[in-house]
């Protein structure tokens, strides 16, 4: 799941104004430029006398390349050498860096760049201070980051989005798309000043085909806005990362939430997107089909890429029936691993359940602090099965089945729509209970995913390292799909809180790469988990993506430092 909205209200003591601001939206969307092509000078067949006359041509690229090569020395779009810090005072975080403030270059926009965007955005754009600050600094991350947009814009069209990016390329000038700033990896950062594209203004549904069951959006509108939208029509967007975030940003991070154990992930409900590239040039990735094997799937590529290949400015998503009936059924478990086996055995026994939730008994105790309840402080696990009503009702008591052959206690359900909501709300409000446990403190959030089979003992591992540790830790999991968080409380501003922080941290990722996993299954990897990449992917994979970025993104404007990490040359 995104955390966006629980950590955005985590400063507040305030119910009312921890529901008050449901209509934000998500984080920043993205971008995909186009590879270059090459022409050979000459061929095996070429007489003398045309490589004579060929060879000022061939003198000339000799000069080209080099010059490309001059650049990639000094351009981070192509190498992020290691003395980075002593040429240009940047860092941004790579291998083995433990650093959350993120550093940059900075220089001062061009007047004719400023000009140029006022002419485009007319009245939707700032230079104010505060307003920059809020878009520069998130306030649902520890991440920080030593510069903040020189410039904040508000498209509210396609066009627009084309012609800023476009004057933006041509000035070199680093760009930061930005949806409802819910991520937590420091996606929205800008180390090095720049333009922030602010999305919010292309929020429109422009067109339901319910036959088709797809919906076409503009990025900037919220996943809770647009179910509201579909609920008269039978049909519902199935992906549920947080409240506050965009379709947009939900793309470019390629999220899930709790229903992905059912609908999978981000990547596998969208079927085709609209892109406005480096150069500002606008791409479609693809048809309006249900499946298509034409050409290369540019709609995968640009999904996940965190705004360092171009800006979403359309969507066309797949969509769902809204289930006839559903059950929302609780059981407590005296270990993790107990609860961490039934998810598992759960998910064998082939039940279509939609949602596995898996909480640690610390959690349950943040929770019966924040709401006064009185909950048993014990690892517990969340069901929600769905379907008719006589299915639904089936596979809630096979699963009871299961939970008691693995010392499940206190199994309840509930079919009643409030029932059913105050049991959810329980699993909905986890995040935020935490900071009942810590109020002053900021979290660190991990996101390891591992093959199901490993979940059991990845959680079991983990759980003695947070037990012995001084800071507050809980644990919170998509257990169907072996995702799992830790919310680790601590004080950025306590050097042993931090390096305890990230110790943690460190652990969990390692243990899920040793198991085959991944360091993040759905919150992306920003500028917090991109040193850890070359031990997940390998260092031909990273340079692959550079190469891609650099075709694409010559002049590396689009979303600089992020996802890609800095020592990585090709």
């Given at each position: ?25 998500h984080f920043h969307n ?286 066309t998503l797949r969509l ?173 501003n306590i050097e042993e ?74």
């Open positions: 799941m995104a955390f966006s909205y629980w950590l955005s209200r985590l400063r507040s003591s305030s119910k009312s104004f921890f529901y008050s601001n449901l209509r934000t939206s993205l971008k995909t430029p186009k590879p270059h092509t090459t022409t050979p000078i000459f061929h095996s067949h070429t007489s003398k006398n045309q490589l004579l006359a060929l060879l000022p041509a061939a003198i000339a690229v000799s000069l080209s390349a080099g010059s490309l090569v001059l650049q990639s020395q000094s351009n981070p779009s192509f190498c992020d050498a290691s003395n980075l810090d002593s040429a240009r005072g940047v860092s941004i975080g790579g291998k083995g860096s433990t650093e959350f403030v993120v550093k940059g270059s900075h220089k001062e926009l061009p007047q004719e760049l400023i000009d140029k965007l006022k002419a485009i955005c007319q009245d939707n754009m700032t230079m104010d201070y505060d307003e920059r600050y809020i878009h520069g600094k998130p306030q649902n991350s520890f991440h920080k980051a030593v510069n903040i947009p020189d410039v904040i814009v508000f498209p509210r069209s396609e066009d627009e989005v084309s012609k800023i990016v476009k004057s933006c390329d041509t000035h070199k000038v680093p760009i930061v798309p930005y949806g409802g700033a819910t991520s937590i990896e420091g996606h929205t950062l800008s180390p090095n000043g720049g333009v922030c594209i602010d999305m919010s203004m292309m929020n429109s549904i422009k067109a339901l085909h319910i036959e088709d069951m797809d919906v076409v959006v503009e990025p900037g509108i919220g996943w809770m806005e647009l179910n509201e939208y579909l609920e008269p029509y039978g049909l519902f967007f199935p992906l549920d990362p947080g409240p506050g975030a965009t379709i947009g940003g939900m793309c470019a991070t390629r999220c899930s939430g709790s229903l992905a154990v059912r609908y999978g992930t981000m990547r596998d409900n969208v079927i085709s997107l609209k892109v406005v590239l480096a150069n500002g040039d606008i791409v479609k990735t693809a048809s309006r089909a249900r499946k298509s094997a034409a050409g290369y799937d540019l709609t995968r590529l640009v999904i996940g890429s965190e705004g360092t290949l171009g800006v979403i400015t359309e969507v769902q029936k809204i289930p006839q009936h559903s059950v929302v059924a609780m059981c407590n478990f005296p270990s993790i691993k107990d609860a961490a086996d039934v998810a598992i055995a759960t998910m064998m026994s082939g039940i279509q359940v939609s949602r596995v939730e898996l909480m640690d008994e610390v959690q349950v105790k943040a929770i019966n602090i924040a709401n006064g309840k009185d909950l048993p402080e014990i690892p517990t696990l969340m069901f929600e099965f769905i379907g008719t009503e006589a299915y639904a009702r089936e596979q809630t008591q096979i699963v009871q089945k299961i939970a008691a052959e693995h010392n499940g206690s206190d199994f309840v359900f509930a079919e009643d729509p409030e029932a059913k909501k105050d049991l959810w709300k329980i699993r909905k409000e986890a995040l935020w209970a935490c900071f009942a446990m810590e109020p002053n403190f900021e979290a660190m959030i991990s996101d390891v995913c591992v093959p199901l089979s490993h979940l059991a003992e990845l959680i079991s591992r983990s759980k003695q390292e947070l037990d012995a540790s001084p800071l507050v830790c809980t644990v919170i999991a998509h257990a169907g799909d072996g995702n799992f968080h830790t919310v680790i409380l601590f004080d950025p809180h931090r390096q305890e922080a990230e110790r943690l941290n460190k652990f969990m990722v390692l243990t899920a790469l040793s198991m085959e996993g991944t360091c993040t299954g759905e919150h992306g990897v920003g500028t917090g988990k991109v040193k850890y990449l070359e031990k997940e992917l390998g260092v031909e994979a990273l340079r692959t993506m550079k190469r891609i970025k650099a075709a694409l993104d010559p002049n590396s404007i689009m979303n600089p430092g992020k996802l890609i990490p800095p020592h990585i040359c090709f």
